[in-house]
């Protein structure tokens, strides 16, 4: 592979994230902001390696005795492109060799992230667990490998949203059956929205205003009530009956990395979930300025349970 395609750094690690198949750890947890990774340091038990490259922190160490890595992504999908790619990159390179196999490695993903709710009774400082994503970033269109797994919701989906010429084509991933039981049994579950931003493409109006009317409230009513049809094709089919039943899945919440996250997991044949803890409600209007202790208590909750 050409140094220009997947360039690495000086001591042989990928270039942004500065990890490697020795410092990356199976169990790999993601948050946004690169000082969130420092909560980590008050988590783990022991810390065995270090990096920090613009807004990418990476932190490997154990927690009782299971290893782990956290890593901050900065915001937006672009971002987890080349933080997906790099990590599964990373799981094939040593001192600066490519290795064509990587044996029986996979990756467990979480992603901690915060979300503003667009249902009025998920409220700030609750915990939503996203059983899929919606991209509205057309990320995944970039990559030949990309097939949908959920056509028919995905088509439902577009006739519900009747979005206007040139906006991008929104698609619908899973997340993971195991891990959404293991990490999330007991939080809001539901449909994850990603954005392309945080304005315009999310339905905030400043001096701009949304190119969807009414963007929203079209999101929030829209509901799927076949769960089980969600997996049929996945790996973790099996696993879905130890997940307690869940009638319909709402559009609960609005960000802007997961479904890129998935989506890369589910061509790459990781595992991934993300967790948000709400901190605006959108039709209430509220927000929530200081959640620093709810997000380390949910950073412990997923620490925790990712251990077991």
């Known amino acids: 592979m050409k140094a220009s395609e997947l360039p690495l750094a000086g001591d042989g690690s990928l270039y942004h994230i500065h990890l490697m198949s ?53 915001m937006g999908c672009d971002n987890i492109d080349i933080v997906m790619t790099e990590l599964d990159a990373a799981l094939h390179v040593e001192s600066g060799e490519w290795r064509v196999e990587s044996g029986e490695r996979h990756l467990q993903i979480v992603r901690i992230g915060t979300s503003g709710s667009l249902q009025e009774e998920i409220d700030c400082g609750s915990r939503v667990a996203a059983v899929c994503a919606v991209g509205f970033d057309g990320l995944m269109n970039y990559y030949r490998e990309w097939q949908s797994p959920l056509p028919e919701m995905e088509g439902a989906f577009n006739l519900h949203m009747a979005l206007p010429a040139g906006v991008a084509r929104p698609y619908y991933v899973h997340g993971s059956a195991t891990l959404l039981e293991q990490v999330a049994h007991d939080m809001h579950h539901g449909i994850t929205a990603t954005a392309p931003g945080f304005y315009g493409p999310q339905g905030r109006a400043v001096r701009l205003h949304p190119a969807i009317d009414d963007l929203n409230e079209k999101l929030a009513s829209f509901e ?36 890129a996250i998935y989506g890369f997991s589910h061509m790459l044949g990781h595992d991934a979930l993300t967790v948000c803890l709400i901190i605006a409600n959108r039709p209430k209007g509220t927000f929530l300025n200081d959640y620093h202790e709810p997000m380390r208590q949910l950073v412990g909750t997923v620490v925790e349970r990712l251990a077991c």
């Open 224 to 259: 799927w009530n076949d769960y089980t049809r969600m997996f049929r094709t996945s790996r973790t089919m099996r696993e879905v009956r130890n997940i307690r039943e869940i009638r319909e899945l709402r559009v609960t919440n609005l960000e802007m990395e997961t479904s």
């Open 22 to 74: 020795s410092t990356l750890a199976d169990k790999v947890l993601l948050v946004g902001d690169p000082a969130r990774v420092d909560m980590f340091k008050s988590i783990f038990d022991s810390m065995e390696f270090e990096s920090h490259n613009r807004e990418l922190h990476a932190l490997t160490g154990t927690y009782h005795g299971t290893r782990m890595t956290a890593l901050s992504t900065g």
